[in-house]
């Protein structure tokens, strides 16, 4: 009976693979500033790691209060999501009157697309920034092939396992699958780790190096030279949009777990010598 086979197959397809979601439960509470020692359990947690050099004189001035605040505590993050919206939870991006504050019910979500708070943030993109979050792993999961998917990240990325570097990203429109080796591995807890790079500190260097200019639209409250990078040409700036060039797990992660090696894709290519 062909409904048979079909269940049969689903039921051996099940068996054969199973899957560490590691995106953020549902049930999570919304994102708030934690203390660098308390930590967030096995949530993820994002921080910044880096100062914002190469910001223009032309740009407001940076708000040295909240750049130490992100720097200096592990924030609750949500995955899929982006470093602005856990940043304006946690309420780190809040640093207009109250009249700012109340621009939604919770007081925090809307506040960066009120009149040219759009600005205040622009520091968010010229540094680098850490996802963090601990996953377990038993017995039967280290004798299986384990692969990190990684569905969306925007955009330059270094992802390590348990301090050790297996992958880097830099396209947001391309899925990323990167194999976790056994020796990185161990029994119990591990620690996933993706640091975000500023694309626009990256666009900058390579416009720099470059031996001709590119030609590129740009905008009055935008950064120039997206053409460098594989990411949303309105993250920079347009003319019905703000500019924020975000960063972030802004699709789902996992991890794919199978006890022998699978084929994703298959082809097939024929070659006619006679007919």
């Not at 223009?56 to 470093?83: F, K, N, Y």
């Not at 205040?120 to 004798?143: G, N």
Request: with cysteine.
């Amino acid at each position: 009976d062909e409904g048979d086979v079909a269940d049969g197959c689903a039921q051996k397809q099940s068996l054969l693979t199973s899957v560490i979601d590691l995106t953020t439960p549902p049930h999570l509470s919304p994102p708030t500033v934690e203390s660098t020692a308390s930590g967030v359990g096995e949530g993820w947690r994002v921080m910044c790691v880096t100062g914002v050099e190469g910001m223009s004189s032309t740009q407001p001035p940076i708000p040295h209060d909240e750049l130490r605040a992100a720097s200096r505590s592990w924030m609750t993050a949500v995955v899929p999501g982006c470093v602005h919206w856990d940043l304006e939870k946690s309420g780190v991006l809040l640093t207009g009157d109250e009249s700012e504050r109340e621009v939604s019910e919770s007081g925090r979500e809307g506040w960066c697309h009120v009149r040219d708070n759009e600005m205040k943030c622009r520091w968010v993109a010229y540094a680098d920034w850490v996802y963090e979050r601990v996953f377990v792993l038993d017995t039967p999961h280290l004798q299986q092939h384990l692969t990190l998917v990684c569905e969306g990240i925007d955009t330059l990325s270094t992802i390590q396992v348990n301090g050790k570097t297996i992958g880097r990203t830099k396209n947001m429109f391309t899925a990323y699958r990167f194999t976790l080796p056994k020796d990185v591995l161990m029994k119990g807890s591990n620690t996933l780790t993706v640091q975000l790079h500023s694309a626009v500190r990256y666009c900058q260097r390579k416009a720099a190096a470059s031996a001709y200019v590119v030609p590129c639209m740009e905008y009055p409250y935008g950064e120039p030279n997206r053409c460098w990078l594989r990411k949303a040409g309105c993250s920079f700036g347009w003319d019905w949009g703000p500019c924020y060039a975000t960063m972030g797990i802004y699709k789902p992660i996992y991890i794919q777990c199978v006890p022998v090696l699978t084929i994703d894709e298959l082809s097939v290519r024929q070659t006619h010598s006679r007919w």
